[in-house]
Each structure stands twice: as structure tokens, then as C-alpha cells.
């Protein structure tokens, strides 16, 4: 088996966390989600079609996911006390607080372990991608992250563009900042350089939320789509980034310094973990 706790059956707690995923890429609503759940409504992302996938619902943390499970299992466990009258409110205040420990006690001290094993298998069968604290629900987004990372349709001279212009003035930024990102923008097309201003502009239409920048990063630059280099900036650590092809097809773009003696030798040595990215020799 593939956990120990799964044998030729798959136990139908994973199959209701596999529900609640599947509820989230389709309503797009953490309350729509669990309410679909509670109600019997929801169903596994294999069960869904593109079309009814919500652009709300493309990825949660893992923290968000495990909160919202656990949510689950407390409110579907907490018995409702409508029935019981105002004349015997203080038994049964006793009375739900015996039944909540005892339900407490029912319940599987293993939720958080079941949750992942759930997560795990699911990713496993290929329907979630899960990397750096981001679980993917909807494997289409990664590919919507990297479109425009690498359409080459976007050309120096459409940097100065009305459309440019506005897709800038859309990802929020005005007055000053929209030459800064012009800069930033038309350095990322010539030597690649992927800086976070550029990020907003060619992601801005997406529901990617600028927090989780670094963890897309991460996971294009496991793919290869990205190259990522940790920069210490005094107390504080971000990833500058690098798109391999973006880079100038030819060398001598003014990087270097000119060496004028045959007695030093320079030597560039870059490791990329996933294999050389296509394009580059």
C-alpha cells in the first residue's frame, strides 16, 4: 500500500477530504465549499469540468486546507442544542459539554495525519500539485503562471504600448511607477531578469496573491521555467529570479567586463537541479 494506514480500500474520510478540495476549485468560497460539503453537493476534482471550475478556487496553502478540515470535522461532530427549552438551560449546558467531550473522544486523534495521507494520495493519482506550502486544486493554473512568463509576442517595443501601459495601470501601480515598470519591464525581455513589479504586471490578471510569489517561484524553478537565487538583504531573505529563456542569444550584452590580459581566468558556474532548461546548450 502506499500508506500504511491505506490497504485495498480507500477509507472515506480521504474520500471527504478529496470532496472538500473538489468543493473549493468548483465554488471558489472557503463558507460555499463547506456548506456544499455539509449538504451532500460536493464532489471530487475528477468529477469536475473546466467549466465549472471557479477562478477563485485554483490554490490554497496547506495551512488554509487543514484549517478548513478541521473545521469541518468540529462542526459536523457539535450536536445541535435548539432542542433543548429555556427552563432546563443550565443541564443542558452540562449535558452538551458531557456530549462534546465525549464526541471529542470519538473522534480520530489522527485527523491531521489522515488529512495529509489524503492530500498525499491525491497528488499521487495526479488530479493536485503540491509544492512549497501551496496545494495546487487546479493543475491548469500552473500552466496560466507560466504563459506569460515565456510568450514572445511581447516584444521591446510593445513595452511603450497603450496595452502595456494599461495591463501596469491594472496590476496597480500609477504616476512614476508606471515608467519604473516599464524599465523593469523591457530589462526582464532583453537579459530575463524577473523582478517582483514585472511579476505583477505579467500575473495581474491571475489569482495568485502577491505573498505566494515566492512559492510559485519555487515550484517553476523545480520545473526549470525559472532560475532562483536566494539575495540576503540585511535581516531580511528574498528570491531574485531569472527566466533561462529570456536570456540574450548572444553573448558581449555589456555584463561582463572587457579583460585585457591572458592572466586571469573567469568561470561562470551555474547548477540547475531539474536538468538544463530547453534552449540552453
Known amino acids: 500500500p502506499l500508506f500504511p494506514s491505506v490497504g485495498q480500500t480507500v477509507p472515506t474520510s480521504y474520500v471527504e477530504v478529496w470532496r472538500l478540495l473538489g468543493a473549493i476549485a468548483e465554488h471558489g468560497s472557503d463558507t460555499k465549499a463547506l456548506g456544499a460539503l455539509r449538504a451532500g453537493r460536493a464532489w471530487m476534482l475528477g468529477s ?4 465549472s471550475s471557479s477562478s477563485n478556487g485554483t490554490y490554497r496553502t496547506r495551512d488554509e486546507l487543514e484549517t ?3 473545521r469541518h470535522c ?3 461532530a457539535t450536536p445541535k442544542t435548539s432542542w433543548f427549552g429555556d427552563a432546563l ?6 449535558l452538551e459539554a458531557l456530549w462534546n467531550e465525549d464526541s471529542q473522544k470519538k473522534q480520530p486523534q489522527t485527523s491531521s495525519s489522515t488529512f495529509g495521507d489524503a492530500l498525499r494520495l491525491h497528488e499521487a493519482q495526479g488530479w493536485i500539485l503540491t509544492y512549497s506550502r501551496l496545494v495546487y486544486l487546479q493543475p491548469s493554473f500552473i500552466a496560466d503562471l507560466m504563459r506569460p512568463l515565456v510568450d514572445h509576442t511581447i516584444t521591446g517595443e510593445s513595452v511603450e504600448s497603450d496595452e502595456t501601459v494599461g495591463a501596469i495601470t491594472e496590476a496597480g501601480f ?5 515608467v519604473r515598470c516599464q524599465q523593469e519591464l523591457e530589462q526582464y525581455l532583453r537579459l530575463g531578469v524577473l523582478s517582483r513589479r514585472v511579476m505583477r504586471v505579467l500575473w495581474h490578471k491571475l489569482s ?5 510569489y515566492d512559492n510559485a517561484l519555487l515550484m517553476l524553478g523545480k520545473s526549470g521555467v525559472v532560475s532562483c537565487f536566494l539575495k540576503e538583504d540585511g535581516e531580511n531573505e528574498s528570491w531574485r529570479a531569472v527566466v533561462p529563456s529570456r536570456l540574450p542569444q548572444q553573448p558581449g550584452f555589456g555584463a561582463w567586463p572587457q579583460i585585457e590580459t591572458d592572466e586571469v581566468d573567469y568561470e561562470l558556474v ?3 537541479p531539474s536538468g538544463c532548461p530547453p534552449g540552453i546548450p
Do not use: I, K, Q
Open 208 to 212: 495568485l496573491a502577491e505573498a505566494h
Open 74 to 76: 468540529m462542526e459536523t
Open 68 to 70: 478548513l478540515w478541521n
Open 174 to 178: 500609477h504616476g512614476n511607477e508606471v
Open 270 to 272: 551555474v547548477t540547475f
Open 89 to 94: 438551560r443550565d443541564s443542558a449546558s452540562m
Open 48 to 51: 469536475l469540468g473546466v467549466s
